[in-house]
């Protein structure tokens, strides 16, 4: 739920792209925009066996 409501939130700032929070890091030949790391962290949770997270 946050990574969907921190997003529309950036692009009405105007903070989209390079921009985006947290801005870009250049990991030698790929870039990596901090932020998807929220992603990869939420759908982490919602797979998780062990952790409850209550559905709104």
């Known amino acids: 739920m946050i990574p969907t409501a921190v997003l529309p939130w950036a692009a ?21 925009h901090p932020m998807s790391l929220l992603f990869a962290l939420s759908g982490t949770a919602m797979i998780s066996k062990t952790l409850r997270i209550p559905k709104f």
Not at 13 to 31: E, F, N, R
């Open 12 to 32: 009405w700032q105007g903070a989209l792209g390079a921009q985006l929070l947290g801005g870009v890091w250049q990991l030698w030949p790929w870039q990596l």
